[in-house]
């Protein structure tokens, strides 16, 4: 074999090497690659529907894919199944941007309780309709950013809002958001947490009877 023969294989078993290294640091929720199945969702998505009509759709700028969510006096989310244990791979990464704030949206009333951007994480527990723990991240249109309350519309299961983004300030801007789950679990519920088994992207205006818009990419699970 030679020379440069040799030094092209260490090149590659260098690049692969890398890349497992890499692969194993973090867990891939989504990137929205322009992918759909059969009914046009996300692959590996579910469609919920609670009131209203579904507006969603795989958009791309540039080289970027990304999840454009939409609501018209709606209420709606998309599900994804996933196993993941937050000992491991404890800090949650992801790019949102919202567009359309929903008007007189406010989370902390249950009457005006709508946002656009809303990722949550959920650790079922049986019965899941009472006894599962959930942790909302959301991006509300006038609710303190930094802001940890009990959502005012779940009852039960027990439902943990933290406020990341509030207003317009970054309207239509990429925002980076990265958050320790393992450390927000225990804040919230205390205790070991079990396996995250779903993630659900959420938009309504159902309340406000109002509309708003939000795009999601890069859903990230990684190891500290």
């Not at 509030?166 to 225990?186: C, P």
């Not at 205390?190 to 708003?212: C, E, F, M, V, Y």
């Amino acid at each position: 074999m030679g020379r440069s023969v040799q030094w092209m294989v260490l090149v590659i078993f260098l690049g692969l090497a890398s890349s497992l290294a890499a692969a194993e640091r973090s867990l891939l929720v989504d990137s929205f690659s322009g992918r759909v199945d059969a009914k046009g969702l996300p692959q590996g998505w579910e469609l919920k529907e609670n009131s209203g009509k579904a507006e969603f759709k795989l958009e791309r700028e540039g080289n970027n894919w990304f999840l454009r969510l939409r609501s018209e006096n709606s209420s709606w989310t998309l599900v994804k199944e996933v196993d993941v244990d937050i000992r491991e791979y404890p800090i949650l990464t992801w790019r949102w941007r919202v567009t359309k704030l929903p008007e007189g949206g406010d989370v902390r009333r249950k009457e005006t309780d709508d946002q656009a951007g809303q990722l949550y994480v959920v650790f079922p527990r049986f019965p899941e309709q009472i006894r599962s723990q959930i942790i909302g991240y959301v991006w509300d249109s006038v609710a303190p950013k930094g802001m940890v309350l009990d959502s005012p519309s779940a009852n039960p299961p027990p439902t943990k809002i933290v406020v990341l983004e509030s207003g317009e300030e970054k309207l239509g801007q990429w925002v980076t958001e990265k958050r320790n789950v393992y450390q927000d679990y225990k804040a919230f519920f205390g205790g070991d947490p079990p396996r995250l088994k779903r993630i659900s992207l959420w938009i309504n205006t159902q309340h406000t009877k109002s509309s708003a818009e939000c795009h999601f990419d890069d859903i990230i699970f990684r190891k500290p």
